[in-house]
């Protein structure tokens, strides 16, 4: 049963005491039968499965712990469906990435990664030269995100799907190339630079670009610039071949796209078909 749908009958006090005492049988079908049972009453039980967390049984505490991350994964994981199907090519990334994160760590505080992502544009604001952006602007904010915060790519032949959340790149300040972009892309965007990003397939690139001149940037490698026929190149070595759509900007619904399907293949090689079928559900959402 979808634990993000609400039961038509909700468990008087007495009936939720006795399954919170339940939840330390030693017997796992018992268990798993008690789960199921608290599961189905969805998202309006948390609120009173909190005392519980405190209990003084470590096993009550664990598993009513174990209940209340499902019941708040599965309700977040409508809520991004929904989201996805609602605003499809031009949904909002940041919101996007962080609803993503929610559906796989519903502790996290999006507004706290929010204002850290205000916080860095703030910074970066005092440092580049007032007047028209230019190559020097994209200096500054390499030197910033690379050097002080230390922000670089991960050794991806070790990945982990945690390491493509974006709360975890946040967080550890390592990450993929689409996540890597996204964070340039939102700070960018929080300074009003002319900054977009490229979707070449099998990587992903940031874009600077104004009347003057066209710049690649490449946040996996500390922000590394790039031009044109440098791109050109790298899909000609990677067997790609090159058509003129691969450089042009993507769109906020088809970037978070590609990171739901880093992770679907991710889940798919460790044989975690739960998770693999969660992500497909968001592909096909935003495929459509």
């Not at 664990?62 to 199907?85: H, K, W, Y």
């Not at 609602?86 to 909002?92: A, I």
């Not at 959340?165 to 939102?186: E, T």
């Not at 874009?207 to 710049?215: I, K, L, N, P």
């Given at each position: 049963?979808?634990?993000?749908?609400?039961?038509?009958?909700?468990?008087?006090?007495?009936?939720?005491?006795?399954?919170?005492?339940?939840?330390?049988?030693?017997?796992?079908?018992?268990?798993?039968?008690?789960?199921?049972?608290?599961?189905?009453?969805?998202?309006?039980?948390?609120?009173r499965l909190e005392p519980y967390l405190a209990d003084p049984?470590?096993?009550?505490?664990?598993?009513?712990?174990?209940?209340?991350?499902?019941?708040?994964?599965?309700?977040?994981?409508?809520?991004?469906?929904?989201?996805?199907?609602?605003?499809?090519?031009?949904?909002?990334?940041?919101?996007?990435?962080?609803?993503?994160?929610?559906?796989?760590?519903?502790?996290?505080?999006?507004?706290?990664?929010?204002?850290?992502?205000?916080?860095?544009?703030?910074?970066?604001?005092?440092?580049?030269?007032?007047?028209?952006?230019?190559?020097?602007?994209?200096?500054?904010?390499?030197?910033?995100?690379?050097?002080?915060?230390?922000?670089?790519?991960?050794?991806?032949?070790?990945?982990?799907?945690?390491?493509?959340?974006?709360?975890?790149?946040?967080?550890?300040?390592?990450?993929?190339?689409?996540?890597?972009?996204?964070?340039?892309?939102?700070?960018?965007?929080?300074?009003?630079?002319?900054?977009?990003?490229?979707?070449?397939?099998?990587?992903?690139?940031?874009?600077?670009?104004?009347?003057a001149e066209s710049v690649y940037i490449d946040p996996f490698?500390?922000?590394r610039l790039l031009t044109r026929a440098d791109c050109v190149?790298?899909?000609?070595?990677?067997?790609?071949?090159?058509?003129?759509?691969?450089?042009?900007?993507?769109?906020?619904?088809?970037?978070?796209?590609?990171?739901?399907?880093?992770?679907?293949?991710?889940?798919?090689?460790?044989?975690?078909?739960?998770?693999?079928?969660?992500?497909?559900?968001?592909?096909?959402?935003?495929?459509?």
């Amino acid at each position: 049963m979808d634990a993000a749908k609400t039961s038509p009958q909700k468990p008087s006090e007495r009936e939720l005491r006795a399954l919170v005492t339940l939840l330390e049988d030693d017997d796992p079908i018992v268990y798993r039968a008690v789960r199921s049972r608290l599961l189905s009453f969805g998202a309006p039980i948390l609120h009173r499965l909190e005392p519980y967390l405190a209990d003084p049984d470590p096993r009550i505490r664990r598993r009513c712990r174990a209940v209340a991350i499902r019941i708040r994964r599965e309700a977040n994981d409508s809520r991004l469906l929904q989201f996805c199907l609602r605003y499809g090519e031009n949904l909002d990334l940041e919101e996007g990435l962080l609803l993503l994160a929610q559906t796989r760590f519903p502790d996290i505080n999006p507004r706290l990664y929010r204002e850290q992502l205000d916080a860095f544009a703030r910074e970066l604001a005092g440092r580049i030269v007032e007047g028209p952006f230019a190559l020097t602007s994209l200096a500054a904010v390499n030197d910033y995100l690379f050097y002080e915060l230390g922000f670089r790519g991960a050794d991806l032949s070790k990945a982990q799907p945690a390491d493509f959340y974006f709360n975890h790149v946040m967080d550890r300040r390592i990450g993929d190339p689409i996540n890597l972009c996204a964070l340039y892309w939102l700070v960018a965007q929080r300074l009003r630079m002319p900054v977009v990003g490229i979707g070449i397939p099998g990587y992903f690139l940031c874009r600077f670009q104004t009347a003057a001149e066209s710049v690649y940037i490449d946040p996996f490698h500390q922000g590394r610039l790039l031009t044109r026929a440098d791109c050109v190149r790298y899909l000609h070595n990677a067997h790609r071949g090159f058509q003129e759509a691969f450089l042009a900007p993507i769109s906020p619904g088809r970037t978070l796209l590609r990171v739901c399907a880093n992770l679907y293949r991710l889940y798919e090689e460790q044989k975690r078909a739960a998770e693999a079928k969660r992500l497909r559900r968001y592909i096909v959402a935003l495929a459509r």
